[in-house]
């Protein structure tokens, strides 16, 4: 159970700038790419997202910074209210949201509502020889109208759960943010993602 339903909660007992941060880059485009539970509250979904968007589309991340006890910070993705985040969504077509889930496979749980960019992330990961599926998890599905993922223009986006097993292999020294290192499979995650996303903005303009 988290500790905080909704941001005005956590707003009241954590400081801004001591206990997390809000990170925001502003592109324009139809897309944005969020980390709602960035930092140490899941470790790297903050570095993939950030990487995802680059300079080709809006990126929002909440930052958890506590020297221990993130997972405090952690507010349910069809709960999560914090403004700056609701603003993002609104004014996206598509959001694609990071998450990091506790499993300890090497495998992406794809949810959301958008079906066909789920099959077309999916098809893409498999084909590079990651472990992808369209989940039917309950709590990893994210196919409920309020959660972040959908409240975009569309009400249609795309929630990726990427394992621990995984970001893992993603990343050296993965807990230790000032000594985290970049593995060659972060990259081939991200550059796959940021390809998807290319092929499927180009099509859909047609």
């Known amino acids: 159970m988290d500790k905080y339903k909704k941001f005005a909660e956590l707003e009241q007992n954590e400081k801004k700038g001591k206990d ?18 960035g930092g140490g509250i899941e470790p790297g979904t903050i570095d993939i997202a950030d990487m995802i968007a680059g300079s080709d589309y809006t990126f929002y991340a909440f930052k958890g910074i506590k020297k221990t006890g993130n997972k405090i910070l952690h507010i349910n993705s069809n709960m999560y209210d914090e403004p700056l985040c609701l603003t993002v969504s609104k004014n996206a077509f598509i959001i694609i949201s990071i998450h990091g889930s506790r499993d300890k496979r090497e495998i992406v749980f794809i949810g959301g509502k958008n079906q066909e960019l789920k099959q077309k ?14 989940t039917e998890v309950p709590g990893l599905r994210g196919i409920k109208p309020e959660n972040i993922c959908n409240r975009c223009k569309s009400g249609k986006g795309v929630q990726l759960e990427i394992s621990r097993g995984l970001r893992n292999k993603m990343f050296e020294n993965m807990d230790r943010s000032s000594l985290r290192k970049k593995t060659i ?9 940021r390809e998807t996303l290319l092929f499927f903005v180009m099509y859909s303009k047609r």
Do not use: C, Q, T
């Not at 992330?121 to 369209?134: Q, T």
């Not at 499979?185 to 993602?193: C, G, K, Q, S, Y």
């Open 121 to 134: 992330i999916m098809n893409a990961l498999r084909m590079a020889g990651f472990r992808a599926v369209i």
């Open 20 to 37: 997390y941060e809000i990170l925001y880059r502003k592109v324009d485009s139809k897309i944005a790419v969020i980390a709602p539970h």
């Open 185 to 193: 499979i972060f990259f081939d995650f991200v550059n796959i993602i």
